[in-house]
């Protein structure tokens, strides 16, 4: 790391000799260490997603690996990540990973059923998804996948698709999908392979 200085004030907390890591100094750690404990899950976001073992391609298609209450307006709504596995186009048994944003209503009313929104292709987090949430909308979205919509193609998609239309909360007659350029493509993708779609 050179640096000509002649146009510039340069300092440093260990002095100006940057480059001699003798000069750094150093920070005194922890001799004890501790686990955070992890943050109890709200009883109306278990009761939803109460699986938390390995998925399998049936029964338990959607293990619950995190769950965290989030603020809708004032009143308390739910981020759920999930894993699932779905055979990929050459037959090879594949993990893929799910975000629900599940609005108020789930909570203040236990048993009923309400309105998913599916946004292909791209993942979209908490603030987009505000505006249905307060509508009473569940939402969700593939997450954390490293391909572009394109090049992972549709079947993690279908998949997903076909398991969260059986959510005991999920009104299967009130289904949309949406997504913009690659997640526009991955839409109609979905459209043609699941029915009934209130939009598209």
Same mark, same amino acid.
């Given at each position: 790391?050179?640096?000509?200085?002649?146009?510039?004030?340069?300092?440093? !907390?260990?002095?100006?000799?940057?480059? *001699?890591?003798? *000069?750094?100094?150093?920070?005194?750690?922890?001799?004890?260490?501790?686990?955070?404990?992890?943050?109890?899950?709200?009883?109306?976001?278990?009761?939803?997603?109460?699986?938390? %073992?390995?998925?399998?391609?049936?029964?338990?298609?959607?293990?619950?690996? %995190?769950?965290?209450?989030?603020?809708?307006?004032?009143?308390?709504?739910?981020?759920?990540?999930? *894993?699932?596995?779905?055979?990929?186009?050459?037959?090879?048994?594949?993990?893929?990973?799910?975000?629900?944003?599940?609005?108020?209503? !789930?909570?203040?009313?236990?048993?009923?059923?309400?309105?998913?929104?599916?946004?292909?292709?791209?993942?979209?987090?908490?603030?987009?998804?505000?505006?249905?949430?307060? %509508?009473?909308?569940?939402?969700?979205?593939?997450?954390?996948?490293?391909?572009?919509?394109?090049?992972?193609?549709?079947?993690?998609?279908?998949?997903?698709?076909?398991?969260?239309?059986?959510?005991?909360?999920?009104?299967?007659?009130?289904?949309?999908?949406?997504?913009?350029?690659?997640?526009?493509?991955?839409?109609?993708?979905?459209?043609?392979?699941?029915?009934?779609?209130?939009?598209?």
């Amino acid at each position: 790391f050179q640096v000509d200085p002649a146009k510039m004030k340069i300092g440093g !907390l260990f002095g100006p000799d940057i480059d *001699n890591a003798k *000069n750094w100094g150093y920070l005194k750690l922890a001799d004890t260490t501790t686990e955070a404990s992890q943050a109890e899950v709200p009883a109306w976001l278990e009761a939803l997603f109460p699986y938390t %073992e390995q998925p399998d391609e049936f029964t338990n298609r959607l293990q619950r690996t %995190e769950a965290s209450p989030l603020d809708v307006d004032g009143k308390p709504g739910g981020q759920i990540t999930c *894993n699932f596995i779905y055979p990929e186009i050459d037959g090879k048994i594949m993990t893929g990973t799910v975000n629900f944003f599940l609005p108020p209503i !789930l909570n203040e009313q236990p048993g009923i059923r309400v309105p998913l929104l599916h946004v292909a292709g791209y993942e979209i987090d908490a603030n987009g998804v505000m505006a249905y949430l307060k %509508e009473g909308i569940a939402v969700s979205t593939v997450h954390a996948h490293t391909l572009n919509p394109l090049s992972r193609g549709p079947k993690l998609e279908w998949a997903l698709l076909l398991a969260e239309r059986r959510l005991p909360f999920v009104d299967d007659a009130q289904v949309f999908i949406q997504g913009g350029s690659a997640g526009g493509y991955m839409t109609l993708m979905l459209t043609a392979e699941t029915f009934p779609v209130v939009c598209a």
